[in-house]
């Protein structure tokens, strides 16, 4: 998956955050839902805006994110 169709950055539009393409929902937004264990369909309920596809682009953005940085996590 090329995550780079679904995701984009302007300026103009919350604040250079990366949103879904078209849309001004922000990737983070996405993944905190992920993250709290809300289903897809129930992302795409509330987002009608927001495609499946576009939720898998989120998951592989933070996954390449991911790769590019460390995060120091405590033992």
């Known amino acids: 998956?090329?995550?780079r169709e679904h995701i984009s950055v302007d300026p103009q539009v919350c604040h250079g955050k990366?949103?879904?393409a078209g849309?001004?929902?922000m990737v983070s937004v996405i993944l905190?839902?992920?993250a709290a264990g809300q289903s897809v369909d129930g992302i795409l309920a509330s987002y009608p805006m927001v495609t499946a596809e576009a939720i898998r682009a989120t998951l592989a953005y933070a996954a390449d994110l991911a790769r590019?940085?460390?995060v120091p996590l405590s033992a």
Do not use: A, G, K, Q
Request: proline share 7%; with cysteine.
């Open 1 to 3: 998956m090329n995550w």
């Open 18 to 20: 990366p949103c879904i």
């Open 23 to 25: 849309t001004r929902v």
């Open 32 to 34: 905190d839902h992920l």
């Open 68 to 70: 590019e940085r460390l």
